[in-house]
C-alpha cells in the first residue's frame, strides 16, 4: 500500500508541471562531453492530432556556467507528414543586456525555453518531425547539455 502511494505521488508530481496547455515536449541530451557539433542533429517526431487550432512552438535549452555566448543560433528544419519541408533560422537570446543566464537555475545548470512561434497554424494532421542543428561560429559548442521541442495549445 505504502508503494502505492508514493508512486502516485511521484506522478502526480510529474503530471502537475506540466502546464495545462502542453501537448508535446520532449528533451534530447546533445553529448555527455557538454559539447555539440554542427553535424550533431537532433531529431523530434510530434504528433498534431488537429490542425484546425493555433499552437505555440518552443524550444528549451540546457546549459552550465560558462555557455561563452549571449545566443544560441540553431537551423530548425520542419518536415510534414507529406514531406514538405521548411528550414527557419531562430536566435535563441541565453543571457540578458547586462550578461546575465536567462532561465531557471538549479546550482550551475540553466533551464531556458525559448518561443518561436506563436499562433502556429499546421496545415495537415499526422507526425511532423523537426530537425535541430547550431549554426554558432565554433564548433564545437561548449558547455551545453540539451535541446528540445515544446508545443503548447495557444489559448
Known amino acids: 500500500m505504502i508503494r502505492f502511494v508514493i508512486i502516485c505521488a511521484v506522478l502526480i508530481g510529474f503530471i502537475g508541471c506540466q502546464p ?13 562531453e557538454l559539447q555539440w557539433l554542427k553535424t550533431d542533429t537532433r531529431e523530434f517526431k510530434v504528433p498534431i492530432e488537429d490542425a484546425q487550432i493555433p499552437y505555440n512552438l518552443g524550444l528549451s535549452f540546457r546549459f552550465v556556467n ?15 507528414p507529406s514531406g514538405k519541408e521548411t528550414v527557419n533560422e531562430y536566435t535563441l537570446k541565453v543571457r540578458n543586456e547586462k550578461g546575465e543566464y536567462i532561465g531557471e537555475a538549479g546550482y550551475d545548470i540553466w533551464d531556458s525555453e525559448h518561443l518561436i ?7 495537415e494532421t499526422g507526425t511532423y518531425t523537426y530537425t535541430i542543428a547550431h549554426n554558432m561560429p565554433h564548433d564545437p559548442v561548449l558547455n551545453v547539455m540539451e535541446i528540445g521541442v515544446i508545443l503548447d495549445l495557444n489559448k
Open 20 to 32: 495545462e496547455e502542453r501537448v508535446y515536449t520532449e528533451h534530447k541530451e546533445l553529448s555527455p
Open 117 to 123: 512561434d506563436a499562433n502556429k497554424r499546421y496545415d
Open 66 to 80: 560558462g555557455y561563452q555566448y549571449d545566443v544560441l543560433n540553431v537551423f530548425v528544419t520542419e518536415t510534414s
